[in-house]
């Protein structure tokens, strides 16, 4: 199937890659159906992707993977929220917080309190409010990407 995408245009997507949000995500529950999208050359490894609407073109959601930039990240969630994405595992739980990137590229930020978890066997996803108080909405992450860049040599 063909969708419209807001930084990547027209794409031929396969059914299997939509992952369904039954509650929708948190500001558009009215939209269930997404895929994930990120734009590296064969074999590279994205550290960012797009959470991007199937139904509504202009909604893409820029998320990463929470152990990038915070190694010990470990959210307590209340096991019953993760009951409608069937059998969850390590090796089928995918974890992504939201990325907010301002004007101020020094004032980049994750969402580490509001991550989806999503299903890789069942594409079922959710995203929850984690019980951990010591995680923030906006957890600064430029100098850990600037020592990233720098053990990287880029």
């Given amino acids: 199937m063909f969708i419209k995408t807001k930084y990547f245009g027209e794409i031929d997507l396969e059914e299997d890659k939509i992952i369904e949000f039954p509650q ?5 529950e009215e939209y269930i159906k997404y895929t994930i999208l990120y734009d590296i050359e064969e ?21 990463m993977n929470p152990l990038y930039v915070k190694a010990d990240y470990n959210p307590t969630i209340e096991d019953a929220l993760l009951t409608p994405l069937g059998e969850i595992s390590d090796e089928n739980a995918l974890v992504l917080v939201t990325i907010t990137v301002p004007e101020d590229k020094t004032k980049v930020t994750v969402n580490l309190k509001a991550p989806f978890i999503i299903n890789s066997d ?12 010591d995680y923030p909405v906006r957890y600064n992450i430029y100098e850990v990407i600037r ?4 053990v990287g040599g880029e």
Wanted: hydrophobic share 40%.
């Fill in 43 to 63: 074999g590279e490894k994205p550290m960012i992707s797009w959470l991007q609407c199937v139904e509504e073109p202009g909604l893409a959601i820029p998320v």
């Fill in 24 to 28: 929708g995500v948190m500001g558009f």
């Fill in 122 to 133: 069942t594409r079922k996803g959710c995203q929850i409010i984690v019980e951990n108080n």
């Fill in 147 to 150: 020592k990233m860049k720098e």
